[in-house]
């Protein structure tokens, strides 16, 4: 039975289209909890477009479950989360002019730099979550470098045009997932998954977490925020 963590980014998002301080992440936050989520994550970008260093401070004392904060691996974000010690903490790529995150972590540019950002966030006490795209020389040197967990990226897949590209990209994850039984890692997985795309992963239940939020958030519009956790979170318990 897999788990579900909750991304209340997109929620700050709509509060920053107005400037105005509703709908709120944090409350958002405690609803998912309410309707089960086991975790929630927010994402504080360098230009904080949606997530500010006061949502994140809120949600460290308001989160009863686990928070993961999501970030750019670079010396003013380690700081903040040494500072504020959430429960998880996933290294993502970041541009300033992407809409949402493109693409996974290339570890291997930088290996000695992405090693330095866990020692210092895991000697703070802090797991540390790779999120990668579905390939195995990327999940081994994340491995290498310290990762606790790798989050594999399924926006490719969740972009699919087709059902034959859907199940080719699909087959990519399937693959990566298979390949990393034999590290020490725990996979999670998300980006784009809505509730029919993510209905292909019971296929895959080494796969202990899914990271999901623009699509609940989207949903909660529609029928209420707890409705629309409890519902993501019918699916992947099932799988």
Partial sequence: MARL???????ATVRQARGI???EPV????LAELAGAEGIICHLREDRRHIND???RLLRQTVSTKLNMEMAAVDEMVEIAL???P???TLVPEKREELTTEGGLDVRTQPDHYKSVVDRLKGGGIQVSFFVDPDYEQIKEAYRCGADIVEIHTGHYSEAKSEAEAVERFGRIAAAVESVSDLNLAISAGHGLNYVNVKRFRALPQIEEYSIGHS???RAVLVGFERAVREMLELVRDF
């Fill in 5 to 11: 963590a909750v991304n209340v980014d997109h929620v």
């Fill in 21 to 23: 301080d509703e709908p």
């Fill in 27 to 30: 409350l958002a936050a405690g």
């Fill in 54 to 56: 006061r949502d994140l």
């Fill in 83 to 85: 500072s504020i010690k």
């Fill in 87 to 89: 429960g998880l903490v």
């Fill in 216 to 218: 609940i958030v989207a």
